[in-house]
T-cell receptor, first 114, second 112 residues
Framework: DAGVIQSPRHEVTEMGQEVTLRCKPI?????LFWYRQTMMRGLELLIY????????DSGMPEDRFSAKMPNASFSTLKIQPSEPRDSAVYFC????????????FGAGTRLSVL | GENVEQHPSTLSVQEGDSAVIKCTYS??????FPWYKQELGKRPQLIID?????GEKKDQRIAVTLNKTAKHFSLHITETQPEDSAVYFC???????????FGTGTSLTVIP
């Protein structure tokens, strides 16, 4: 298995632009998590899905952030409009709920908003 | 919800010495405690985990201990090597709940 796949690996955009981050979880996993990592705030959980259904989005910072999981093999995190303070590394992770519960992380997307 | 605190935030040790990182949790229902290692510019990766029915677990130079009564767990790295330098995160979760509650991380530097 290729593991959790995220794209793009790096994204540089200008303030006000829309940004879409993509994630493909490990095949067979039924839980998916979006995290944001910064030096100041560490690793923050933004939202997670079980069986494609959003369970907890209390970590989503503002209405500018939205996430979808249209099927078991794909999820997106969208920021519209983007702001410089959104600059961070965004990780996606997946796990198999009810099993050993290990979360496997993707390589992350480094977002820079200028 | 669960609150996980992690100490210290930074730790420097001489190569060959031991390193200990401590975490506390608040929810007595938490029963699974993973530890992740994140090297610079890389993704967090699981290095060891422990369940609440076990007090200690070892894997070569790494060990984790759990005190359910006191609600704290610790990561022990013996005979540290430069490649152990990384940020380490502890986490706690309830199996059925699925969400991990991460600590704030410990930046470990092993000085050659």
């Amino acid at each position: 298995d290729a593991g959790v796949i995220q794209s793009p690996r790096h994204e540089v955009t200008e303030m006000g632009q829309e940004v879409t981050l993509r994630c493909k979880p490990i095949s067979g996993h039924n839980s998916l998590f979006w995290y944001r990592q910064t030096m100041m705030r560490g690793l923050e959980l933004l939202i997670y899905f079980n069986n494609n259904v959003p369970i907890d989005d209390s970590g989503m910072p503002e209405d500018r952030f939205s996430a979808k999981m249209p099927n078991a093999s794909f999820s997106t995190l969208k920021i519209q409009p983007s702001e410089p303070r959104d600059s961070a590394v965004y990780f996606c992770a997946s796990s198999l709920q009810g099993a050993k519960n290990i979360q496997y992380f993707g390589a992350g997307t480094r977002l820079s908003v200028l | 919800g669960e609150n996980v605190e992690q100490h210290p935030s930074t730790l420097s040790v001489q190569e060959g010495d031991s390193a200990v990182i401590k975490c506390t949790y608040s929810d007595s229902a938490s029963n699974y405690f993973p530890w992740y290692k994140q090297e610079l510019g890389k993704r967090p990766q699981l290095i060891i985990d422990i369940r609440s029915n076990v007090g200690e677990k070892k894997d070569q130079r790494i060990a984790v201990t759990l005190n359910k009564t006191a609600k704290h767990f610790s990561l022990h790295i013996t005979e540290t090597q430069p490649e152990d330098s990384a940020v380490y995160f502890c986490a706690a979760t309830v199996n059925t709940g699925n969400q991990f509650y991460f600590g704030t991380g410990t930046s470990l530097t092993v000085i050659p």
